[in-house]
């Protein structure tokens, strides 16, 4: 399932994103690339000890735990952040994958969700599309500021070259309680099902026995 999120960042929280970016030390993307993605990656990013990083975690972890589509959507358990700049021309991230296991604050994870966060304007650079491999094909995403797209990690994807101007983007990973991608989007369905039959009706029977439905399987799949 790959879901397209409008202003998951407010104005103040957008600008304050940006002043901290602006200031911020990046290194070569190379660094935590595995050997493979190495040969496409070409972007800067905060070291993995900026100051600057924890303070952007801080700000994506307060907004996923707030933004209720997002956990529908993702059911976060590990929430894994990074920035990254694709800093003038030339700079690019080729089709890859993203790593299945990865390591943050010292705890292994899988990565099950990833979602890209844009942090400037669209009209600030050329190229820089997210492009998004599926059997339907490919698509490319170049969402406004304060925007985030939620794609699996398992599909090949990449970032095309920045011809001109500069892309800043929070790049994540998430490890969701829910390991089943068809089990997430089943989930994700009855709760709009759900949400949507209470906004209309009320609490009927038909509401309980979908919140019935839903509880069960939450029970059945979530892995603690």
């Known amino acids: 399932m790959i879901l397209c999120i409008g202003n998951v960042l407010t104005d103040e929280e957008l600008l304050l994103a940006q002043m901290k970016l602006e200031s911020a030390a990046f290194i070569d993307g190379k660094v935590t690339a595995g050997w493979h993605a190495r040969l496409v ?38 929430i894994h952040p990074r920035s990254e700049k694709n800093r003038l021309r030339g700079m690019a991230y080729g089709t890859h ?46 969402l406004p500021a304060g925007s985030m797209i939620v794609y699996p990690s398992s599909t090949l994807h990449r970032v095309e070259t920045v011809t001109e101007g500069v892309r800043l983007a929070a790049v994540s990973w998430v490890q969701s309680l829910i390991r089943d991608p068809y089990e997430r989007e089943i989930l994700f369905d009855l709760e709009t099902v759900r949400q949507s039959i209470f906004e209309q009706s009320g609490k009927t029977g038909e509401f309980d026995l979908l919140s019935k439905t839903h509880a069960n399987l939450l029970r059945k799949w979530v892995e603690c």
């Open 41 to 78: 990656k070409d972007n800067t990013q905060l070291s993995k000890d900026s100051p600057v990083l924890e303070d952007l975690r801080s700000l994506i972890n307060m907004d996923q735990h707030s933004h209720r589509l997002k956990q529908k959507a993702a059911r976060p358990k590990y």
């Open 97 to 142: 994958t993203d790593d299945a296991l990865m390591r943050s604050q010292n705890q292994l994870m899988r990565s099950d969700i990833s979602f890209t966060l844009f942090l400037n304007s669209p009209d600030d650079y050329q190229g820089g599309e997210l492009v998004i491999e599926s059997s339907e094909g490919e698509q490319d995403y170049k």
